[in-house]
């Protein structure tokens, strides 16, 4: 259950200062969870890496695409 603005308000200055920095360490923790997150790699976002020779193979691939529209 959060606390409204006239709640804070009414709080003394040691008590408001204490709910502030604890807002801000919560919303901080929030955004480094969610930077973190865009790290994991997920069966979604998963790439496999290519050898040379599939690599080779895919470019191959391309230029027969682009020879038949040129």
């Known amino acids: ?3 409204s603005y006239s709640d804070v308000r009414s ?6 200062n204490w ?8 919303i901080n923790a929030t955004k480094r969870l969610q930077e973190e997150s865009k ?3 997920t069966p979604d976002n998963y790439e496999a890496p290519k ?5 080779q193979e895919d470019l191959k691939k391309i230029e027969k ?4 529209f040129s």
């Open 19 to 26: 709910f502030i920095d604890r807002i801000l360490k919560d």
């Open 65 to 68: 695409i682009f020879k038949k």
């Open 51 to 55: 050898s040379n020779g599939a690599k």
């Open 39 to 41: 790290n994991i790699v």
């Open 1 to 3: 259950m959060g606390m």
């Open 11 to 16: 709080l003394p200055i040691p008590y408001r």
